[in-house]
């Protein structure tokens, strides 16, 4: 790299006599203020009215409530403290939050909190990886471009899994970074911890940046090829170590003195593990699941259609793609600009080819993998993708910027700024009536900015540096503004996405999937099976009332809050109204993607005398199950798993406990056909343990239940005393 850098982007010299790549940066006076500020930005975004969420997904909530009363749940990740069954991932995403629950009591914020600080130490980690190689101002702007990425605002404010997933992908690139820069073992053996953590979290979604990963350190590694390898299989074993552990505890544990392992067919961590959220996500074969998958042809079959254009597409695109193609463009610049270093990482270009190859590599193979994967699959999981393209984007910028002397350099970063402000109007237009005056704004901005670039510099430096920060600021706006509408917005159930509602996408007016009334939609509150007009005010066909129905927030885009923000339930929504601990109608059913909601008289029922039993009731699925538990603070058991189809408990097994005293109440289904559908992160319809491949416990229980036990409405719901039989 030829050219001196100004100020804007200082770079790193490589530090003297020490013949390696690592670097010794003289912090200029702004660095410091710079990243206090950019770092509590970060977290005044992420925890602006936090609470709003309620209890967010539930089913995770309710696991963190009964792993703060039980080390037992604690452990397995039990969606009850009387340890029924788990939920269908490890639990290590779970042990902050309920950590945290035992400290601090349930609420909403107990639990989200840790997810929000998970956001503001990911842009830490980022910051200081990038900043090895590419100094400061390269730093900051990949901190901002990742806290300004709509889908890890929605991320690190919810209670999913993929916040600690993507803290730890990050901390595994950062480890690979520094024993690269100088082929230290200590800092692989880090980066294979953190991956064992990662798979804890999210079982095999942690793998897959690992072959760019390990091909990069065993070609690039300044060392013999002999270490390298050695090195490489110390990190694998300390991998299968901090992830193994437990793994190998839970199989070897007797299983009738566990919780059932939710999500798997035959109560096996391991073929959970391989299966459902496995290689089921891959190829759409998921056993236990009750809906999605594609099959071939390139279709994804109920989670939308795969292919490279995936995620630039409907929904998807406002999620994460607003600086992708930036990034594709400035991987391709960047390993351009360093391919000419020598293949060991032993100089100031070579360590900066190797950041291009950790992240770019880690960036395309998740990009691959998310188009093309035929199961289950969410706007949200996108967020893995986020620090990669926001390291990208830092990264490029600085080394165009440190070329930009060259007319090849100046044309790239300018065609760059060009593409990203027309792709942002794209983007903005997608939301009907979505801020109209701002996607013209970023398009005129966008594209001043990059005609004035290449000529900036002959008016001053003064002029360069406000020609600079007008194209950050076109390139940034949009994103900016979709993370305001998030983080203003509640985001409840399974499914949920990051700013406003889009055709095409899910969350919205328009349902779940296929836009406002569109092909293929599943409509909106009240038809989500219809496709059919949908949005606020659409017909109520499908028997799900309004309040119920979408998967996410407030203010119509895609039903009401959920009302889980303490126990018992009920959270204030905007305009003063307040709604039960749940969605649905009320003592009904779930919604597609929510529990029951949960009245004042069902609370109390379940909570007297519940200190006599192992649970004070049992639900059809864990949507369900998880509003009771959530509202009354006593166990409730989720009969066949989230999607109703694990075969937990069987008839048999729920007669033993019922005969031994174990449960109070049963939970009918409100004589409807609905129950709780989806995976743990929301899955297709599938009636509530109605068939499936559990092999239809849930309707053979209910079918007993309702045999041999007298119906009584509470609160509008339909309970049977367990205690009391007919006859």
């Not at 969420?53 to 037992?72: I, L």
């Not at 059809?620 to 006593?634: E, P, T």
Request: charged fraction near 10%.
């Amino acid at each position: 790299m030829t050219t001196a850098a100004p100020s804007l982007f200082p770079v790193p010299e490589a530090r003297a006599g020490t013949g390696t790549g690592r670097r010794a940066v003289a912090r200029p006076r702004w660095e410091l203020p710079s990243l206090a500020g950019l770092l509590i930005a970060t977290a005044v975004l992420l925890l602006w009215d936090l609470g709003s969420s309620g209890y967010a997904n539930s089913f995770y909530s309710a696991a963190v409530q009964a792993g703060s009363e039980s080390w037992k749940a604690f452990f397995f990740g039990s969606s009850d403290a009387g340890n029924s069954i788990t939920v269908d991932k490890p639990p290590a995403a779970l042990w902050p939050m309920m950590l945290s629950v035992r400290l601090f009591g349930l609420g909403a914020w107990q639990i989200l909190v840790p997810q929000a600080l998970m956001g503001v130490a990911t842009t830490g980690v980022l910051y200081a990886a990038v900043r090895r190689q590419f100094g400061p101002g390269a730093a900051l702007l990949s901190g901002a471009a990742f806290a300004l990425t709509p889908v890890a605002a929605l991320m690190f404010r919810f209670n999913n899994p993929d916040a600690l997933l993507t803290l730890l992908l990050t901390v595994t690139v950062y480890c690979v970074l520094r024993a690269l820069d100088g082929a230290r073992t200590k800092w692989l053996v880090w980066a294979g911890v953190a991956v064992g953590l990662a798979f804890l979290t999210k079982t095999l979604q942690a793998f897959v940046i690992l072959p760019p990963l390990a091909l990069l350190y065993a070609v690039c590694a300044p060392t013999g090829l002999r270490r390298r390898l050695g090195q490489l299989l110390l990190a694998g074993l300390a991998m299968v170590v901090a992830g193994g552990w437990w793994v190998a505890i839970v199989e070897l544990w007797p299983a009738s003195s566990r919780p059932y392992i939710g999500g798997s067919q035959n109560n096996s961590f391991l073929e959970l593990t391989l299966g459902y959220n496995g290689l089921g996500r891959i190829n759409g074969n998921e056993t236990g699941s009750v809906g999605g998958g594609g099959r071939g042809g390139g279709g994804g079959g109920g989670w939308g259609e795969t292919g490279i254009d995936r995620l630039f597409s409907g929904n998807i695109g406002g999620q994460i793609a607003w600086l992708l193609p930036a990034a594709l463009v400035l991987l391709v610049a960047g390993l351009v600009i360093t391919w000419r270093a020598r293949r060991a990482t032993d100089s100031l270009d070579g360590m900066a080819r190797a950041a291009f190859l950790a992240w770019g590599g880690s960036l395309l193979i998740t990009a691959v993998v998310f188009s093309y994967m035929q199961g289950i699959f969410h706007e949200y999981y996108t967020v893995a993708l986020a620090p990669f393209v926001a390291a990208v984007i830092g990264m490029g910028v600085a080394v165009l910027w440190e070329e930009r002397g060259a007319a090849a350099a100046a044309i790239t970063l300018s065609g760059t700024l060009a593409l990203t402000a027309v792709w942002s109007f794209v983007l903005l237009g997608r939301a009907t009536g979505y801020l109209p005056w701002l996607r013209w704004a970023v398009l005129a901005g966008g594209l001043l900015a990059a005609a004035a670039l290449p000529f900036a510099a002959r008016a001053g430096r003064r002029m360069l540096q406000a020609t600079a920060a007008l194209g950050v600021a076109a390139a940034l706006a949009g994103p900016f503004a979709y993370c305001l509408t998030t983080v203003s917005t509640a985001h409840t159930g399974s499914i949920v996405t990051a700013g406003p509602a889009v055709a095409g996408g899910r969350g919205g007016p328009g349902g779940m999937m296929g836009g406002p009334g569109g092909p293929g939609g599943l409509g909106g509150p009240g038809e989500m099976l219809q496709g059919g007009p949908g949005g606020p005010g659409g017909a109520q066909q499908g028997g799900i009332p309004p309040q119920g129905a979408a998967p996410q927030g407030r203010d119509g885009r895609g039903g009401m809050p959920q009302g889980q923000g303490v126990p018992g339930g009920a959270v204030a929504g905007r305009g003063g109204e307040r709604f039960g601990g749940g969605q649905g109608g009320p003592g009904g059913p779930g919604g597609l993607l929510n529990g029951a909601r949960v009245s004042a008289e069902a609370k109390k029922a379940l909570t007297t005398d519940a200190d006599d039993y192992t649970w004070a009731a049992a639900a059809i699925g864990s949507q369900n199950a998880a509003s009771y538990q959530l509202a009354s603070g006593a166990p409730v058991m989720p009969i066949g798993g989230f999607n109703g189809s694990d075969p937990s408990p069987t008839l048999e097994q729920f007669r033993t406990y019922v005969r031994d005293g174990k449960i109070h109440w049963f939970i009918g289904q409100g004589g409807t056909t609905g129950g709780t559908t989806g995976g743990a992160e929301g899955g297709m319809p599938g009636g509530g343990g109605r068939g499936g491949p559990g092999g239809g416990a849930g309707t053979a229980i209910e079918t007993w239940v309702k045999a041999t036990f007298k119906a009584t409405t509470v609160g509008g719901a339909t309970f049977y005393d367990l205690t009391a039989p007919t006859t």
